[in-house]
T-cell receptor, first 115, second 114 residues
Framework: EAGVAQSPRYKIIEKRQSVAFWCNPISGHATLYWYQQILGQGPKLLIQFQNNGVVDDSQLPKDRFSAERLKGVDSTLKIQPAKLEDSAVYLC?????????????FGQGTRLTVV | AQSVTQLGSHVSVSEGALVLLRCNYSSSVPPYLFWYVQYPNQGLQLLLKYTTGATLVKGINGFEAEFKKSETSFHLTKPSAHMSDAAEYFCAVSASNTGNQFYFGTGTSLTVIP
């Protein structure tokens, strides 16, 4: 079974530039998560999708971050414009069904450096 | 709301010694509890999880954890540390009343000394 795929693995951009990350979850997984992991901290949820609908985006900085999952499969997270404090690893995860106690499966993440 | 506290951001043990990583949680409803491991430049990999039933759960690589409701704890243990256990460990909690979101602790970095 293929895991959660993310690209790119690494990205370096200047502040005020824009960047996009892509995630393809495990086939059949209805729930998709984007997490931000700042160095030395635990992952923090940015947004959670159930199919193509947003379940929770309360911690997403909506003035600069956006995410979509148009067909209920793969997803894109965008930052525009980027700030220095956005430097982090962005993790995508998926799980089988919302509302059940299944674990989340994580991709390898995209390491973003904003200079 | 749910939250997780991991005591000790860094733990060092000798190879062959007991590993004990501490996790305390807060939840207003019965929680689901997880331990994940993260190796450098990798995503998170599930070690074990507690949902319902037996409070002692066994995971991969010889790890186990015990859910203690009275202590609101879910500590991770391994009887004998191996060099390959060196990694970052995260405890997480989720619950049905919050959309099964995962709330992570700040992590514990485990160093194994040869």
């Amino acid at each position: 079974e293929a895991g959660v795929a993310q690209s790119p693995r690494y990205k370096i951009i200047e502040k005020r530039q824009s960047v996009a990350f892509w995630c393809n979850p495990i086939s059949g997984h209805a729930t998709l998560y984007w997490y931000q992991q700042i160095l030395g901290q635990g992952p923090k949820l940015l947004i959670q999708f159930q199919n193509n609908g947003v379940v929770d985006d309360s911690q997403l900085p909506k003035d600069r971050f956006s995410a979509e999952r148009l067909k209920g499969v793969d997803s894109t997270l965008k930052i525009q414009p980027a700030k220095l404090e956005d430097s982090a690893v962005y993790l995508c995860a998926s799980s089988l069904v919302l509302g059940m106690n299944t674990e989340a499966f994580f991709g390898q993440g995209t390491r973003l450096t904003v200079v | 709301a749910q939250s997780v506290t991991q005591l000790g951001s860094h733990v060092s043990v000798s190879e062959g010694a007991l590993v004990l990583l501490r996790c305390n949680y807060s939840s207003s409803v019965p929680p689901y509890l997880f331990w994940y491991v993260q190796y450098p430049n990798q995503g998170l990999q599930l070690l074990l999880k507690y949902t319902t039933g037996a409070t002692l759960v066994k995971g991969i690589n010889g790890f186990e954890a015990e859910f203690k409701k009275s202590e609101t704890s879910f500590h991770l243990t391994k009887p004998s540390a191996h060099m390959s256990d060196a990694a970052e460990y995260f405890c997480a909690v989720s619950a049905s009343n919050t959309g099964n979101q995962f709330y992570f602790g700040t992590g514990t970095s485990l160093t194994v000394i040869p």
